[in-house]
Structures are given as C-alpha cells and as structure tokens.
C-alpha cells in the first residue's frame, strides 16, 4: 500500500473505498427507475380502467338501436302500376316486388326461399334471379330453377278508404301452404 493511502485510511477508518459507494448510489438510480415505471404502468391501467367505465356509461346512455323499416306501407294507387310488368320502387326500403297481372295487384317479398339472399328481376327474361346459388323465380313468385325449395312468398294487400294501397308485411302467404288463394293475398283491380 502507498504511503498515502495508508495515510489515509489511519484518518478515517469509516469511510467506505469509492468504489463501493459508486455502486450503491448506481442501485439507487435503478430502484428509482422502476419506481417510476411502476408508477406510470398504474397511471396506464387507471387511464384504461377510467375509459372503460365511461364507455360502458355512454353505451348505457345510448343503447344500439335497431331501425327496421316500417312493416306497413302506403303503395300508392293501382294505376300507379302497370299491367304485366314488375314494380321495383319498394325493392330496397321495404324488400317488396310489386306485380301487376291481368286481374290484379301481388306483393312478392324479395327473400329468397333458399337461404335469404335478395334475388334480382332480369325483365328480359321475365325472371327473378338469386345472385347467390341461382335459384330462380317466375313473375308469380313460383321457384322453377335452383336449390330454393319453396316459391315466394306475398304479403298482405288491401286498398285503404281513400283508394291507395296498404301493403302489410306483418301477414305473409305462402303457395304450398295454399294461401296465395287468401282474398287479402291478392289484390283484384
Ligand atoms: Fe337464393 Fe341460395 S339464397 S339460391
């Protein structure tokens, strides 16, 4: 040992080598340091706890509502309807084909008997369509091509006291059932 060191160490026999203090105030910093990403992970969790809850609150505050169209319809009048050709006006709101024949006025549903995809009227060859399995439909309703097992179906149609068509959806008629022959089932004009 130097004569200094030696020196030095006969003053202050207490005092800890500098080496050993370099490490202890190094294990400081790093407690330190987990302290504080201890610290900010918890702020993280309360943050997305705090979140969670408000979302849950508005979502009780302004439930999913489900806007269906409505049911029952006003069609306009029957001469609003030309004779032998399918009417696609209340295709997409109401997912309603209305037909006009030599006696009277049909509305055919646009679900497709098969598995309930929406068929598509090809008036060149007088039929309806189904895009996904190929079904097919005469103007009538009745299935003559494809999977779909039934033809389909119509709904309820009366004429309101001022002349205007109703069509109701709540009531629907199927053919194999034998309830396209239901008065309501058809509208004569
Ligand atoms: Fe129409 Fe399958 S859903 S043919």
């Known amino acids: 040992m130097a004569e200094t060191d030696k020196k030095t160490a006969t003053k202050d026999p207490g005092r800890r080598p500098p080496a050993a203090l370099d490490h202890s105030s190094e294990s400081a910093i790093v407690t330190r340091r987990s302290f504080f990403s201890w610290l900010s992970f918890g702020w993280l969790a309360f943050i997305a706890a705090t979140g969670g809850f408000f979302t849950m609150m508005l979502r009780f505050f302004f439930p999913n509502v489900l806007f ?4 029952t319809f006003r069609a306009g009048f029957p001469d609003d309807y030309v004779k032998g050709e399918v009417d696609l006006r209340w295709k997409d709101k109401f997912g309603v084909w209305m037909v006009r024949n030599d006696e009277g ?16 009227w ?13 079904s097919g439909f005469q103007a009538s309703g009745i299935n003559f091509e494809g999977p779909a097992p039934r033809p389909l179906e119509r709904y309820r149609i009366v004429l309101a006291d001022d002349g205007q068509i109703i069509v109701d959806k709540t009531r629907k008629f199927q053919q194999e059932k034998g309830q396209w022959s239901d008065p309501e089932a058809f509208l004569k004009v």
């Open 68 to 71: 269906e169209p409505e049911q």
């Open 105 to 120: 006025i049909y509305a055919l549903s646009t679900v497709c008997t098969h598995l309930g995809c929406t068929p598509n």
């Open 122 to 134: 090809l008036s060149n060859e007088r039929k309806f369509k189904c895009p996904c399995h190929g």
